[in-house]
């Protein structure tokens, strides 16, 4: 299994790596995107699996069946995650997923398990939204989350759209829609994901099982002022968004402090984007988070509040418009308690259930779908960033977790 896992990471980790930063750039329907897909179509055909690939771009590698036509209602165990990165991403976040899926069927296969049920491993497209937007693209439009027509507006920062993006990738645009059918015929699906935070760092255990993942959104706030020359115009007569746009992002740090809730604004474009120009407009993206729905309601009203109180003050037009939002989602609690009990204990305590505040394809599924998620502990902390990281021995640690979840969903 160990040298199952590290054939696997050494072979997809270069894919899409930037030299200078050392993070990755698997933007949706690119070249890294491309290569990606192609890694997971070699692993599925090395493994005799049936490679499918469905109408949103969502790649899937069945055993026991040649694709979900094949499956009874509700029949299929289903893991995986997502190859695709934010901007400058570290390597575990979505991979760890599919590399350990891979692993964990080849430690099934070498315990001689015998399967009940059909499996199969999924690589959703476009999970963090890097390129359009929108998070979640391709289990969004398979649930029916995102409708085609939505989609079909989506633009990238040089205007591309959605579906010329696809288009120059091979795919037909106008297929993409719900996939009420094969989501269906699975009635279970576990994603294995690296932790994005602390927790089992603090308690000491490699694995951990999700609860929960808070509700969050992402707002874009458009600050419209007036464009003028930097080097001649009074301090008096200006109207610069740029100082309601930074008065805007100190709010939202005490909004989300007063409500113990999470605020960022990591995204701003400015026009005309000169040193020696007074911005005309500056636009932020707010991605804000809370562990319940009245707390991040809380927030975001604060925010726009407060980013309105100062637009007057400056003499700034103000928009703000909600571009995606994913209430909270428990996870049945039913598959978790199932998970807890196929992992049984870690030394002398039981596998530690935790809350996150990051979305994941499976909270999207779970309005539909019997999901669950398992963790592996991230020493540093950090995701969305080289420095995000998992040991060998975590790693493995994850595998066998999800060998032992997967033998005792499909395997009985």
């Known amino acids: 299994m160990t040298s199952s896992f590290l054939d696997m990471w050494g072979e997809l980790r270069p894919l899409g790596r930037d030299a200078a930063s050392g993070g990755y750039r698997r933007f949706a329907w690119t070249g890294a995107d491309a290569d990606c897909r192609?890694?997971?179509?070699?692993?599925?055909?090395?493994r005799q699996l049936a490679y499918e690939l469905d109408r949103n771009g969502n790649?899937?590698?069945?055993?026991?069946?040649?694709?979900?036509?094949?499956v009874a209602p509700g029949d299929a165990v289903v893991t995986g995650s997502h190859l695709d990165s934010v901007p400058d991403g570290g390597a575990f976040d979505g991979p760890l997923g599919v590399v350990s899926s891979f692993a964990a069927l080849d430690e099934l296969r070498a315990r001689g398990v015998q399967f009940a049920k059909p499996l199969a491993i999924v690589n959703f497209g476009?999970?963090?939204?890097?390129?359009?937007?929108?998070?979640?693209?391709g289990s969004r439009l398979s649930a029916g989350a995102l409708t085609p027509e939505a989609a079909?507006?989506?633009?990238?920062?040089?205007?591309?759209?959605?579906?010329?993006?696809?288009?120059?990738?091979?795919?037909?645009?106008?297929?993409?829609?719900?996939?009420?059918?094969?989501?269906?015929?699975?009635?279970?699906?576990?994603?294995?994901?690296?932790?994005?935070?602390?927790?089992?760092?603090?308690s000491g255990d490699p694995v951990g099982i999700a609860s929960a993942i808070w509700p969050h959104g992402r707002?874009?706030?458009?600050?419209?002022?007036?464009?003028?020359?930097?080097?001649?115009?009074?301090?008096?007569d200006r109207r610069d968004p740029m100082l309601t746009y930074a008065a805007t992002v100190l709010a939202a740090r005490e909004q989300?402090?007063?409500?113990?809730?999470?605020?960022?604004?990591?995204?701003?474009?400015?026009?005309?984007?000169?040193?020696?120009?007074?911005?005309?407009?500056?636009?932020?993206?707010?991605?804000?988070?809370?562990?319940?729905?009245?707390?991040?309601?809380?927030?975001?009203?604060?925010?726009?509040?407060?980013?309105?109180?100062?637009?007057?003050?400056?003499?700034?037009?103000?928009?703000?418009?909600?571009?995606?939002?994913?209430?909270?989602?428990?996870f049945r609690h039913a598959l978790r308690d199932e998970l807890g009990?196929?992992?049984?204990?870690?030394?002398?305590?039981?596998?530690?259930?935790?809350?996150?505040?990051?979305?994941?394809?499976?909270?999207i599924l779970?309005?539909?779908?019997?999901?669950?998620?398992?963790?592996?502990?991230?020493?540093?902390?950090?995701?969305?960033?080289?420095?995000?990281?998992?040991?060998?021995?975590?790693?493995?640690?994850?595998?066998?977790?999800?060998?032992?979840v997967l033998e005792g969903l499909a395997c009985r």
């Open 38 to 46: 192609a890694w997971f179509r070699a692993q599925a055909e090395a």
């Open 59 to 70: 790649q899937w590698a069945w055993l026991g069946a040649t694709g979900y036509r094949d």
């Open 126 to 137: 476009d999970e963090e939204g890097a390129r359009f937007g929108l998070a979640c693209v």
């Open 152 to 202: 079909h507006r989506l633009r990238d920062g040089d205007g591309v759209t959605l579906p010329q993006a696809m288009e120059r990738a091979g795919y037909d645009p106008e297929a993409i829609g719900p996939d009420p059918e094969r989501l269906a015929a699975i009635g279970a699906f576990v994603e294995l994901h690296v932790e994005q935070g602390r927790a089992l760092d603090l």
């Open 219 to 236: 707002w874009r706030f458009d600050f419209r002022g007036e464009a003028n020359h930097a080097g001649t115009t009074r301090l008096a």
């Open 256 to 330: 989300a402090r007063l409500a113990g809730a999470l605020a960022t604004f990591g995204k701003v474009s400015v026009e005309p984007n000169g040193v020696n120009a007074i911005p005309s407009l500056v636009r932020g993206w707010l991605d804000a988070r809370a562990a319940g729905q009245d707390s991040l309601d809380t927030v975001v009203t604060g925010i726009e509040r407060a980013a309105a109180e100062r637009a007057a003050r400056d003499g700034i037009d103000l928009d703000v418009v909600r571009e995606s939002f994913t209430p909270v989602v428990e």
């Open 341 to 363: 009990a196929l992992l049984g204990k870690q030394g002398d305590r039981p596998v530690p259930v935790l809350g996150t505040g990051a979305g994941h394809d499976a909270g």
């Open 366 to 404: 779970s309005a539909t779908v019997p999901t669950a998620m398992l963790f592996v502990r991230n020493p540093t902390g950090v995701s969305h960033s080289p420095a995000e990281a998992a040991t060998e021995d975590d790693c493995v640690a994850g595998v066998t977790a999800l060998a032992d």
